[in-house]
């Protein structure tokens, strides 16, 4: 439990200080995810791993020996690795096609105009590169017009598919079940479909655009890919009711989904405990539910962003 809480605390703190030097690789910088535009790092611990900014902050990465060390100030915490990811996440390649959208979520920082021209043939030259590292693969996409990010991320799962033999994960602004069957029958094994909320409140200041029917998109993503194949971010800290939030994660157990918790850095308010809290709810729920809270794609198989109910806790 305390490695535990350490996570939590990291990932409120939300950055680390290096203090050391990696070798090249060690370092991300996509665009995409709760990290926006920073420059990350993927500390593992135990059985944990987060991911983290890299900048000021009370959390600091010092070399001793040929090991690192994290330090809280100038209190000796203990020994961390560094993990390499591989494109974007440890053992996976995680794309995002379209790196423009035409929402304006508040915790996304894409731009809201781009190109549609996406050389798919780019992303799957990577796979290529990187065949032998890559464990899994997921694909994301900003929404354009037109359907234009559903199109895109068929047409990368069905060659991602035949370039290699690992689980493809699919997160896909969906508004319609075809769309669902579409990347199904494209060869996803996995999709995760965000609700953010299931305050409507909050989901009015942080993502209008994500006021809409997903309980039937959910629960028909469910019968297309299986229980326990299907999740969804749930963002936490934005105000909603703990009543609504937990009666919120016992209904998408009941119907098949996980919960994937996510704290956004600069929006969310929770202190780590909370956080921890939320987590060990969502893991009793989905016990009761008979669901393995265990992913083969996207961040529940990541893990290094969140705290992972029936992993972290
Ligand atoms: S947990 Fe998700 S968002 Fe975070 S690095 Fe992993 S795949 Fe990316």
């Not at 190109?115 to 065949?131: C, H, M, P, S, T």
Request: contains cysteine; glycine residues 8%; positive net charge.
């Amino acid at each position: 439990m305390y490695d535990a809480l350490l996570k939590a605390r990291l990932i409120c703190a939300g950055a680390v200080t290096l203090e050391i030097k990696l070798p090249p690789g060690y370092v991300c910088r996509d665009p995409a995810g709760p990290h926006g535009a920073q420059r990350t790092v993927f500390l593992e611990f135990g059985k944990h791993r987060v991911k983290l900014g890299i900048g000021k902050s009370a959390f600091r990465v010092v070399g001793e020996n040929g090991k690192f060390f994290l330090f809280e100030e100038d209190k000796k915490l203990m020994a961390v690795n560094f993990l390499k990811p591989v494109y974007h996440a440890p053992e996976m390649a995680f794309f995002n096609l379209l790196p423009w959208c035409k929402y304006r979520c508040s915790f996304c920082n894409l731009p809201h105009e781009g190109q549609n021209d996406v050389r798919i043939e780019k992303y799957l030259g990577l796979v290529r590169k990187r065949a032998e590292d890559i464990r899994s693969i997921a694909v994301t996409s900003g929404v354009g017009g037109d359907g234009v990010d559903v199109i895109l991320l068929r047409e990368f799962v069905e060659k991602a598919r035949k370039e290699l033999a690992v689980p493809v994960g699919v997160e896909p602004f969906v508004t319609r079940k075809e769309e669902i069957d579409i990347l199904h029958n494209a060869g996803a094994t996995e999709i995760k479909i965000n609700i953010h909320s299931f305050d409507r409140k909050v989901l009015q200041r942080v993502c209008p655009a994500f006021l809409r029917d997903t309980r039937s998109l959910l629960e028909h993503a469910v019968k297309v890919f299986g229980e326990g194949r299907v999740t969804t971010n749930v963002l936490v800290g934005l105000g909603e009711g703990e009543e609504i939030l937990f009666q919120g994660l016992e209904t998408l157990a009941s119907t098949g989904v996980i919960a994937n918790l996510r704290f956004v850095h600069g929006l969310s308010s929770l202190s780590p405990p909370a956080l921890l809290r939320i987590a060990e709810e969502q893991k009793r729920v989905l016990k009761r539910f008979g669901l393995n809270p265990g992913m083969e794609t996207m961040c529940l198989r990541c893990r290094s962003c969140d705290i992972v109910a029936g992993w972290d806790v």
